[in-house]
């Protein structure tokens, strides 16, 4: 299969470029930028893609995507949120391992794996438990976790309470550079809690989470960190005070990564506004200060990558009193919108802002990708950056409606996602 | 931002007026004053021969108790009895929510069953906006609903009648100064007073309690904090004392009932440093010797009884105008 996209405006964060070019694609590959390789011209291309008014970049990287499966079919399904991520242009995804059972047995991850290996489907990369069943007391059999497909270990947003076995974990994962992905969130501080620990939580009568309860946990991670020479990244971090610690530690030499959900980048706690259930997030949505701290940090690199946090849940799952609801938010259709509402707000230039959602995030997971280079796979996301996109219950293909975004229009329409080269979602098609 | 559940104050009408009682936070003062002035001619029913008004006759209120409270319940019951209305109680802890049925399917099956009126009390913050959202959402506005309790959120006819009570014996708001003392922190009672005393005028609303029992960011309430109790009630013209739950002697947020008397208890002699004329309030029920002595929950200042009383005519004012609406 022979594919030319053309007259698109080709942004490439991995080689900092933006510019006019066609990209040419064969047999899964890149095979061409700006010009075809030799030998193209004979019969041509088996498809022209037009990219007019679009722009043509990497594949969307996500590094934290529930999938539901295998466990929690009623919420969501591999067919339905596969649909779901080429339809928002992400190639390639992280899965959490807080499925039922829990990735922490290689014969699940191979299974998932396998399932997952479909030409429509994006890449997916499992996130191994580090203890068994999250408890937080054994390890679970990483190097053969390892082999099976797991590309990082981690906890999903169960805290290990046990701070010796956090040690081991992460001493045994840095004995084969495996990466450790961890949430800060102190349990015992956030025991309980639904919402941020201020004044809406004070004025709702919600039981509150202090940012306290990231900061001691972060500073916890770090000094392991540091300690156990453990590749860390942090998940989901969501104050400001949380981001001047990450930039301190690795002033201070530890190589330390982290992202932010991309909720937390738009919301704040007002916008739980009168018991939004669907505004009910872990970590919660912290104040304004927070938020603005969060923007700024992802644009300066301070947080690396920008990920969906995508948790499909039922409605009745959300149609409950606030503090009894469940957790999440459905994200993977809302990553790309998200992203270019931000860097328009704060005016950064598209080729950084898109860096955050591609070439960052995959050199986190540590594969080759995120990247529109000569020979590279070829998972291609052309989106028109005008056209809107309604978030409506009809419009996700997501079985997860659940968004505190329902009804809101958002500029950022994905045109065509490429998968190896291959055709896996066409928004033409209507 | 907006976001699907929440634009708009939704215990209002299109024509602004009160459909739903949820929370007296953002109502304006005209509508507490009206509720405050409905309640006063239903003191006298009680005085009656015969206890009855006819305003809701024919129609149905359905008592919701997701969370026990016989007090309540009955002060509720009393109120919309009083007013002729036929009542329903459902202790729901003991049934439905028990066998795995949702709130929302409650709601919907009592709806089915012509009620005119939910009176709901729920230990999850926000319960009652759940269901006042549902009935909005599937056309049934027409349903009133009453937060007669929510978690720690809102307690709105509490914080009513505990205004009636303030205006019976201060008259004016403007000239006050306000204690409320105790458990801010779980407290639904404190939230709505709080809201209730600004929103009448009150120029200076105090909270008094450990900082283990006050809530993060209290003071954007728009109230002042005070630690000490003695220093926090000089020169108030209302203490409103808060209840406080035993349970709160386990997860270290006091070591025990003694030392809470002692430093957050009202005797006498704490009192003598309010007004000589001030007045003090309690939510009920009361804990004797652990927030209150009963030499002053018993003496000449206590206004304790007299709230229960105005409580049923400012329940019936509530009801009479929401089924007028």
């Known amino acids: 299969m022979k594919i030319h996209i053309k007259n698109g405006r080709l942004i490439d964060p991995a080689s900092k470029t933006d510019k006019a070019l066609d990209l040419f694609v064969g047999a899964g590959r890149i095979v061409g930028v700006g010009n075809p390789p ?297 990553l790309l919108p998200l992203t270019l509402k931000w860097a328009r707000e704060i005016k950064l230039p598209l080729v950084t802002a898109l860096a955050r959602v591609t070439s960052d995030p995959a050199r986190i997971l540590g594969v080759k990708a995120g990247s529109l280079g000569l020979g590279s796979a070829a998972d291609i996301c052309v989106f028109d950056p005008l056209a809107e996109f309604r978030v409506t219950r009809e419009n996700l293909r997501s079985q997860g409606k659940n968004t505190p975004f329902l009804g809101v229009e958002f500029p950022g329409r994905v045109r065509y996602t490429l998968i190896d080269g291959h055709l896996a979602f066409d928004g033409t098609l209507g | 931002m907006s976001f699907m559940n929440g634009g708009g104050n939704p215990q209002l009408n299109r024509h602004g007026e009160l459909n739903h009682l949820l929370t007296i936070e953002g ?44 007090r309540t319940r009955t002060t509720f019951e009393i109120a919309a009895k009083r007013l002729s209305a036929d009542v329903i109680n459902l202790n729901i802890n003991t049934s439905s929510a028990s066998k795995g049925e949702t709130l929302l399917d409650t709601a919907d099956n009592l709806a089915a069953m012509q009620a005119d009126m939910f009176v709901v009390r729920h230990a999850s913050s926000g319960a009652p906006y759940l269901i006042a959202q549902h009935l909005r959402a599937t056309g049934r506005d027409h349903i009133h609903v009453v937060n007669a309790g929510d978690g720690r959120h809102a307690h709105p006819t509490q914080g009513l009648l505990d205004m009636y009570t303030v205006r019976h014996y201060k008259k004016d708001f403007t000239q006050l100064t306000v204690a409320i003392v105790g458990d801010v922190l779980h407290s639904r009672v404190a939230r709505s007073q709080i809201h209730a005393l600004t929103t009448l005028g009150v120029p200076e609303v105090r909270v008094i309690g450990p900082k283990t029992l006050l809530p993060t960011g209290v003071e954007r309430l728009g109230v002042r904090v005070f630690n000490d109790m003695r220093e926090g009630l000089r020169g108030v013209d209302v203490v409103m004392m808060l209840r406080l739950q035993n349970e709160r002697m386990q997860g270290a947020l006091l070591p025990s009932t003694q030392e809470y008397f002692k430093s957050y208890g009202l005797t006498p002699e704490k009192l003598a440093l309010a007004k000589p004329d001030a007045i003090v309030m309690h939510p009920g029920p009361m804990n004797r010797g652990v927030e209150i002595d009963s030499a002053v929950a018993d003496g000449g200042q206590a206004v304790i009884l007299p709230q229960v009383t105005f409580g049923i005519a400012v329940r019936m004012a509530v009801m009479a105008m929401l089924a007028g609406n």
């Open chain 1, 38 to 334: 030799p030998g193209w011209g004979v019969d041509g291309a088996n498809s022209v893609l037009d990219a007019t008014g679009c722009i043509v970049c990497p594949g969307l990287v996500d590094l934290a995507a529930r999938l539901r499966e295998p466990g929690f079919e009623y919420r969501a399904t591999l067919e339905s949120e596969m649909a779901a991520a080429a339809a928002g242009g992400v190639t390639r995804l992280a899965c959490p391992p807080d499925t039922d059972p829990v990735l922490d047995e290689p014969g699940l991850v191979e299974m998932l794996t396998h399932r997952a290996r479909l030409p429509d489907f994006a890449h997916v990369h499992p996130v191994g438990a580090l203890t068994t069943q999250l408890e937080g007391k054994a390890l679970t059999e990483m190097a053969e976790l390892s082999e099976a497909g797991c590309v990082a270990f981690g906890q999903a947003n169960r805290a290990i309470v046990d701070t010796q076995v956090l040690l081991r974990a992460m001493m045994y994962a840095a004995t084969f550079d495996f990466p450790v992905w961890l949430q800060a969130q102190d349990p015992f501080l956030a025991r309980k809690g639904v919402a941020h620990d201020g004044e809406v939580a004070a004025r709702l009568g919600l039981a509150g989470i202090p940012v306290a309860a990231e900061t001691i946990a972060l500073a916890t991670i770090l000094h392991l960190a540091r300690e156990t020479g453990a590749r860390v990244h942090v998940t989901r971090i969501s104050s400001a005070a949380g981001v001047d610690m990450i930039v301190a530690a690795r002033a201070a030499g530890i190589a330390v990564t982290c992202d932010v959900g991309v909720h937390h980048l738009h919301l704040c706690e007002m916008d739980v506004g009168f018991f939004n259930a669907h505004a009910r997030l872990d970590p919660p949505l912290r104040s304004q200060r927070d938020r603005d701290a969060l923007r700024a940090g992802l644009a300066s690199g301070a947080i690396n990558a920008l990920c969906s946090d995508h948790t499909p849940v039922d409605d009745d799952g959300k149609q409950m009193p606030f503090e009894e609801a469940e957790i999440g938010a459905t994200g993977l259709e809302l």
């Open chain 2, 27 to 70: 109502l304006p003062r005209e509508v507490l004053e009206r509720i405050l002035d409905t309640a006063a001619p239903f003191t006298e029913v009680a005085e009656r021969e015969v206890k009855k008004v006819p305003l809701l006759r024919g129609k149905s209120v359905f008592n919701l108790f997701f969370e026990n409270s016989t």
